[in-house]
Structures are given as C-alpha cells and as structure tokens.
C-alpha cells in the first residue's frame, strides 16, 4: 500500500541553552536535548491520522521536520515518497500546513488580498493566483467574503482562511496543528465535519492531525498515535489501541424491571462469582434497569456465564453489550497524563 508519510527511526536534536556558569567552565561541551527520539511511523493516502500527546511531547517538532522546517539529525522521513531532506522542494509542492495562529495574516487585508500575498510568496503568477484564489475560498465555503477584512472575521472563518491558503498549492497532504484551538464548540464542530466530509471524503486528501482535544479524535480520527517525551508509544485505530492495553472486559446490561423493583438477586449473583466480576448497577432506563458487569481478565470466565446466572436468579435480560473503553484512559496509559474528557 503507497504511503502518504513515512519516517524511520527518526531523531531530532537540539541544543541545550548554557547557563552562565556552564559557559564559564565548560565552554566546549555540548549537551542536547532531544525531542524526537526514533520515530517510525507509516500514515495511509486518504485518511485523517492523529497525533495525541501532552505539550512538549514533539508533536511539533514531527510536523516541522515532516514539513522541511526543520531538518532530522538522525534517520529519515518521506512525504509523499520524497525524502524530506534529499527533496524539500518536491515535499513541499505536495504539503499544505494549517496553523491555528491568526498573528501570520495581516489584519487590515481582505481575505483575497492575504492569500494573494502568500501566493506570490509562493512563486505563483498573479494570472493563476485570480482562478486559484476564487476556487479555494469556494472549496471553504467563504466565497463571500473575499473582500471582507481579517479582522472583521470570526474565529471560525480565520480558520477557514488557514486552510483555504495551504489549499493554493494543491496539496494532496495538509499537516494540521491544534486547528480547533480557541475556537467555540460550534465552529469548531463544523470544522471538524468540514475536514472529515469535504477534505478527506469528498477530495481524498490526507490530513495529519497534532491535537489534544479527544473528542475530535473520537470523532474524526481513523488512525492515532500516542507520542510521549519524543517517542512514539503506541499506534493504530482506536479498537486496535483498546485491546493492547491490559484493562478489563466491561459490559452493559439492561435489565427488565420496574423502575422501583429490587435488583436483590444481583447479590447472589456477585457472591457467585465474587473476585472473578464486579456488577454494579447503573440506573434506569426507558428500556429497563443498566447494570455493568466487569470481568477480571485473569480469570478464565465469559459474560455468557454471568448472564445465564442472572436468568437462573429471575433476571430478565433486554439488551446486553461490550461497553469499549474510553479514548482518555487509553491516552493516560500511553502518556502518563491524566484526563477525564
């Protein structure tokens, strides 16, 4: 399968800054810190790959060296099969890099004056740039506001305008980084629909996603990886990602009953089993009482027994399934950082 990104065993370093003292007595040593430490990763044409993890973990420092910003001291990264440090020129004929700092606009530019200018950074001819302009501010949906001014913009549409400038080139790859940072809940859940529905469903671009919001990888993520003081610690899709970590098996039961009926013989049902699962009751439901059964997983035992054991005690079983676990706990196993959304 052809790769959009690849990166081998990739290291990057940089120079640690000397206190005075260091200066005076050490003059010659050189001490580094390294931000990226033997990265290897492999993200597929067409899909939206996330990178999760805490600041300062070098998500970054991936999408500048990925992006020719930055060369690797070590190892080696191709986008779009050109090697980044052999052939910027052709990487960066292929990439679009969103940023979610409107202070690289200028304020008092309409929308088609800024990206004009950016175009012409660009080596574009003021000719194609008139078309070019027209086309990416209609593919972002601010068609009409071409002449409106930067500052007059809403969070949302200066996103829109960040997008719409790494579009001049025609990327087949756009590295995103925080895109939905600062934005209101709304705009930034019609980003998030317009980069999963419009750029990767519609246009079969690939988008690299350096995020901390959860929700938005939940949401539009195919593939993620967790990257921890410069290493990469685990990668693949979400279901993938779940079953690697040693957690328990969790399910969802929902009981028949009356909204005041007692759930008495859930106690026998717990002395039955006792260390081997954990039940507790959720609460009530349209469709009857939840329960959620945890099964140890050292313990040789499937919820098919539980839930014949429930019958056999009155229980009368309505919908039963595995409930999967959640995008933060995985990311604090990975990260060692803690979060409950």
């Not at 070019?132 to 002449?147: A, P």
Request: with cysteine; glycine share 8%.
């Amino acid at each position: 399968m052809p790769y959009a990104i690849e990166t081998f065993q990739l290291i990057k370093e940089f120079p640690q800054n000397k206190r005075f003292r260091d200066l005076l007595f050490s003059p010659f040593s050189k001490e580094k810190n390294t931000a990226l430490y033997n990265v290897s990763l492999k993200v597929k044409k067409g899909e939206i790959f996330c990178l999760l993890g805490p600041n300062g973990a070098g998500k970054t420092t991936l999408i500048k060296v990925l992006c020719t910003l930055a060369l690797p001291t070590h190892g080696r990264a191709l986008v779009n099969g050109h090697d980044v440090v052999k052939n910027p020129k052709e990487v960066r004929r292929a990439i679009g890099y969103v940023i979610s700092d409107e202070r690289s606009f200028y304020w008092r530019l309409n929308a088609y004056q800024n990206l004009k200018f950016f175009g012409l950074l660009n080596n574009m001819s003021a000719s194609e740039l008139k078309q070019k302009i027209k086309r990416t501010l209609g593919l972002v949906g601010l068609e009409k506001m071409g002449g409106v001014m930067f500052k007059d913009f809403s969070q949302g549409m200066k996103q829109k305008l960040a997008i719409a400038r790494a579009f001049l080139a025609e990327p087949q790859i756009l590295f995103m980084d925080e895109p939905t940072r600062a934005l209101d809940p709304t705009s930034a859940n019609l980003l998030r629909r317009f980069i999963y529905d419009d750029i990767v469903g519609r246009q079969g671009k690939t988008v690299f996603l350096a995020t901390h919001n959860l929700k938005e990888v939940e949401e539009i993520g195919h593939r993620m990886a967790f990257i921890h003081e410069g290493k990469i610690k685990a990668c693949g899709t979400l279901g993938e990602l779940s079953h690697i970590i040693e957690e328990p098996d969790r399910y969802v039961v929902c009981l028949k009953t009356d909204a005041a009926g007692p759930l008495f013989f859930l106690e026998k049902v717990q002395q039955h089993f006792k260390e081997d699962a954990e039940i507790k009751a959720l609460g009530q439901k349209a469709e009857g009482r939840e329960i959620e059964i945890t099964i140890n997983k050292k313990k040789e035992l499937g919820i098919s027994e539980i839930i014949a054991c429930i019958i056999n005690n009155g229980g009368k079983i309505e919908s039963c399934f595995k409930k999967e676990i959640p995008l933060y706990e995985i990311y604090s196993k990975y990260t060692g950082e803690y979060t409950s959304d």
